[in-house]
């Protein structure tokens, strides 16, 4: 009688990537997406029920609810352009944009509702209470339940956070679920509304928060997420960040809210505000993007001895429409798998450039460090080596050679790659140590 085998696990390199146990999505994710879709449809239930409540039945929600998904579509694909140097795992993206949608909506809708009949109102009268919510309390409420998913990325999947972009990626999720679902109701309010209400006001509605302040909840938000991101950076503290980010991102809440009661003046001087906010945000950005370039071309020039990567590959890795010629290349040679092991190659040495950054700041511990260098450093052979198998034995009239590199100066020239191993997944040449000075770093 023959003994049972264990399985052979399977190979995964966005595992590998995005730094977490192979395998089927977590049941903890699962439960998280149903329970976050089941708020977004409570939430969309009360929004529903506002309409019915005014005796239009289900024609305003009808109406409302494309309105408040049209833009949606392009706003996340901005997010993602942004994020292509390292992109984030689909996961907890979709996560944060299911708990803005989801869990933070509902409960704002249930707070600030709540807030505003019981406390302000009954206090301050109709206009004075209503006014005094928007500013003060709204601000706090939403932008305190929209950041709990990024206090909980700090808490659970802390290595995500690589820097400030990340940090204002997981934010712009958050923020356009939420805005998403609360846009809903401000359509629906918009029709339903007495006297003053119906398409005119619908349509100044939709080109004021549809058109005109898409990004305004991701970019309140985004201040919680550069503080959660700066403390990510840090082993220990940080936390202050974190609070200081919280705590502008309600002022820059408030502000909008309390400037755009005063009419198109006042909407006026909260666009130029945050204007000033968003070019900032953007600059940033920026800023963060060359110094992820700067860990590239600073840190992966030690690995040339392993034969993964030469000068002229961290010259392409460098550049992202060099990245992208790169993948298209080796589609045309290889078909769609070459050029998904050509993704998986890059992403893996951003990666491994990142992971050095870390290791500079201390933001990690030696043992951590190798063995995720060692985990990045195999999938960078095994995405070369898939890569060779595919590519070079087409018979496809493209060229040979890498385009971003003279003939036989690239890691992926022919001649240069491995097409069969034993063992385990280890590429040759010696294993990088971090130097651990942060001045030694560029950015």
Same mark, same amino acid.
């Given at each position: 009688m023959t003994e049972p085998t264990s399985p052979v696990p399977v190979f995964d390199p966005r595992a590998v990537i995005e730094g977490r146990v192979p395998g089927r999505p977590r049941v903890g994710f699962i439960a998280g997406i149903v329970i976050t879709a089941a708020c977004a449809i409570v939430a969309l239930s009360i929004d529903a029920g506002e309409s019915f409540a005014a005796g239009q039945g289900v024609v305003p929600f009808v109406?409302?609810?494309?309105?408040?998904?049209?833009?949606?579509? !392009?706003?996340?694909?901005?997010? !993602? +352009?942004v994020d292509r140097l390292e992109p984030e795992p689909r996961g907890p993206l979709i996560f944060a944009f299911a708990w803005g949608a989801g869990i933070a909506a509902l409960a704002a809708l249930i707070i600030n509702t709540a807030g505003l009949?019981?406390?302000?109102?009954?206090?301050?009268?109709?206009?004075?209470?209503?006014?005094?919510?928007?500013?003060?309390?709204?601000?706090?409420?939403?932008?305190?339940?929209?950041?709990?998913?990024?206090v909980g !990325?700090? +808490?659970?999947?802390?290595?995500?956070?690589?820097?400030p972009t990340d940090g204002v990626i997981y934010a712009a999720m958050v923020g356009l679920g939420f805005a998403m679902?609360?846009?809903?109701?401000?359509?629906i309010n918009a029709l339903v509304t007495p006297q003053r209400g119906g398409i005119e006001l619908l349509g100044y509605t939709f080109v004021l928060r549809g058109l005109f302040s898409p990004l305004l909840h991701p970019l309140f938000t985004s201040m919680t997420g550069l503080g959660v991101a700066y403390a990510a950076s840090r082993r220990h503290g940080g936390g202050w960040a974190v609070v200081a980010g919280w705590l502008a991102a309600m002022l820059l809440h408030g502000i909008w809210n309390g400037l755009s009661v005063y009419g198109t003046a006042g909407v006026l001087i909260g666009y130029a505000i945050m204007s000033c906010v968003l070019a900032g945000v953007i600059a940033v950005l920026v800023a963060d993007r060359h110094r992820v370039v700067g860990l590239i071309r600073h840190d992966l020039p030690a690995y040339a001895a392993t034969g993964l990567v030469t000068s002229d590959d961290i010259a392409m890795l460098s550049s992202l429409p060099a990245r992208r010629q790169a993948r298209n290349w080796a589609r045309a040679r290889g078909g769609m798998a070459a050029a998904s092991a050509m993704s998986d190659y890059q992403l893996a040495a951003t990666e491994l450039a990142l992971l050095h950054g870390k290791a500079a700041r201390g933001a990690i511990d030696t043992r951590t460090f190798t063995a995720r260098q060692h985990d990045l450093l195999a999938l960078m052979h095994i995405a070369r080596r898939s890569f060779a198998r595919r590519s070079y034995a087409s018979t496809r009239p493209v060229q040979p050679h890498a385009p971003w590199?003279?003939?036989?100066?690239?890691?992926?020239?022919?001649?240069?790659?491995v097409l069969s191993r034993t063992g385990p997944y280890i590429p040759n040449g010696p294993v990088v140590?971090?130097?651990?000075s942060a001045a030694a770093r560029p950015g």
């Open positions: 109406v409302a609810l494309p309105l408040a998904l049209l833009p949606v579509p !392009l706003l996340v694909a901005l997010v !993602l +352009w009949e019981y406390v302000t109102q009954p206090a301050l009268g109709a206009s004075t209470g209503e006014y005094v919510s928007a500013t003060f309390g709204a601000p706090v409420v939403e932008e305190t339940l929209k950041g709990l998913v990024l !990325l700090l +808490w659970r999947r802390r290595d995500e956070l690589d820097g679902i609360e846009n809903v109701g401000y359509y590199a003279p003939p036989g100066a690239s890691a992926f020239a022919p001649g240069r790659h140590t971090p130097v651990r």
